[in-house]
Each structure stands twice: as structure tokens, then as C-alpha cells.
């Protein structure tokens, strides 16, 4: 049991290229989370997906895009990086929100923009 | 408009003594409240919760107090030891929100605390 995991651990980008981080669930979880990490700002949600084919825009959606594959996978692009998409990104995925709250993240994807 | 806040950027401690990080929210409708801890290049873990309904939780040596008056929460870590030493985030849900309950997360900034051996 793998929990969540995201690929690729590391990433360093040119501006205006594009990239897909990963991530993936084996816990059965119906909703999926993407989060970036920025010093002094804690967690900003990015998209979640509350169940399989749904998404949603979180706090911080602009320049990014999410496809959830199916229930297991739930992925997230930049189309077009730039300097201040620099961050830690996180997956996360959690229960029906009737039975808990509780997320569980993966590892973070360190990306940097040049 | 930040609606979780953890102003203490850092917390140091000796080792066997508490450990008190704080939190304060600003949206009445929070009405369920998590603590999470990260450590250096991993995700962040969950540590414990509460409800709103309640004012205290207990799990060994982390207790969660709430005050809605205050819209103030804090997490009591007793004995403080070195593997505690990482960041922590509260977060606070809205549990209902347009009819639906998908667990939306909003963070605090983090505390970094450091127990000293």
C-alpha cells in the first residue's frame, strides 16, 4: 500500500515550457487534491476533484490544468511555465467528505522555472 | 485575505517540556479543524482534528483545544521531544458549502518547531 505518489520528485523548467506532474492513489479515495507550497504561504489549493469526473478550481487555478484519469489518478499540467510557478506541489487525496476530512498527501514535486 | 493564520513563524522548546502552537481563523462557518505535520522533503501527515461541536481532543501526547468565542485553536504537544521537530499547519474546513461537502482544506502559514535534546 503506496499510499500517494507523485512523479517526477524533482523538475527544473524553462519559461514557456510546458510539463504533467503525476500523481496517483491506491487507497480508493473518491477526491483528489493539488496543492502548492510557497515559503510563508502555507498549502494554496490549485484544482480538486471531489470524484471521478469532476474537477474544480481551488484558490490559485491560473496557469494550470487538471484531468482526472479515473479514480486512482488525477494529474496536473502547466501549459506554459513561469518563474512564479517555482513551488512544491502536492497531491492529496481523502474519502467521502461525509465520513472524513482527513487528506493524505503525497511526497511533492520540487519544480523549479527558470 | 488570509482566513487561517499561524503567527508565530517559529517555536523553540526544550526537550520534556510543552510545545504550544497556535492558530487563529477568521470564518465562523469553519466548522472542523485539522493539525498537520511536515517534515523536510516529505508531505505533510495528519496529527489529529477536531469538530467545532467540541472544545477539546486527545491522542496521547497531542491535544487539540478549540475556542470558538475566540476563533482560536491550539495543538498542546506534552513531553515535547527532537523527532517532534518539523513544521506544523492547522487547517480549517467548511464542511457544507454550496450543498456539497467535498473537504475543502484551508491552511495556516506554519510554525517551525524545533525541540532542543
Known amino acids: 500500500n503506496a499510499g500517494v505518489t507523485q512523479t517526477p520528485k524533482f523538475q527544473v523548467l524553462k519559461t514557456g515550457q510546458s510539463m504533467t506532474l503525476q500523481c496517483a492513489q491506491d487507497?480508493?479515495?473518491?477526491?483528489m487534491y493539488w496543492y502548492r507550497q510557497d515559503p510563508g504561504m502555507g498549502l494554496r489549493l490549485i484544482y480538486y476533484?471531489?470524484?471521478?469526473?469532476?474537477?474544480d478550481k481551488g484558490e490559485v487555478p491560473n496557469g494550470y490544468n487538471v484531468s482526472r484519469l479515473n479514480k486512482r489518478e488525477f494529474s496536473l499540467r502547466l501549459e506554459s511555465a513561469a518563474p512564479s510557478q517555482t513551488s512544491v506541489y502536492f497531491c492529496?487525496?481523502?474519502?467521502?467528505?461525509?465520513?472524513?476530512?482527513?487528506?493524505?498527501f503525497g511526497p511533492g514535486t520540487r519544480l523549479t522555472v527558470t | 485575505d488570509q482566513q487561517v493564520k499561524q503567527n508565530s513563524p517559529s517555536l523553540s522548546v526544550q526537550e520534556g517540556r510543552i510545545s504550544i502552537l497556535n492558530c487563529d481563523y477568521t470564518?465562523?462557518?469553519?466548522?472542523?479543524f485539522l493539525w498537520y505535520k511536515k517534515y523536510p522533503a516529505e508531505g505533510p501527515t495528519f496529527l489529529i482534528s477536531?469538530?467545532?461541536?467540541?472544545d477539546k481532543n486527545e491522542d496521547g501526547r497531542f491535544t487539540v483545544f478549540l475556542n470558538k468565542s475566540a476563533k482560536h485553536l491550539s495543538l498542546h504537544i506534552v513531553p515535547s521531544q527532537p523527532g517532534d521537530s518539523a513544521v506544523y499547519f492547522c487547517?480549517?474546513?467548511?464542511?457544507?458549502?454550496?450543498?456539497?461537502?467535498?473537504?475543502?482544506?484551508?491552511f495556516g502559514q506554519g510554525t517551525i518547531l524545533t525541540v532542543h535534546p
Open positions: 492529496a487525496s481523502s474519502g467521502r467528505p461525509d465520513q472524513t476530512y482527513e487528506q493524505y
Open positions: 477536531i469538530s467545532s461541536i467540541k
Open positions: 487547517a480549517a474546513i467548511l464542511s457544507f458549502a454550496g450543498g456539497t461537502s467535498y473537504g475543502k482544506l484551508t
Open positions: 470564518n465562523s462557518m469553519f466548522d472542523y
Open positions: 487507497m480508493n479515495h473518491n477526491s
Open positions: 476533484s471531489a470524484s471521478e469526473g469532476t474537477t
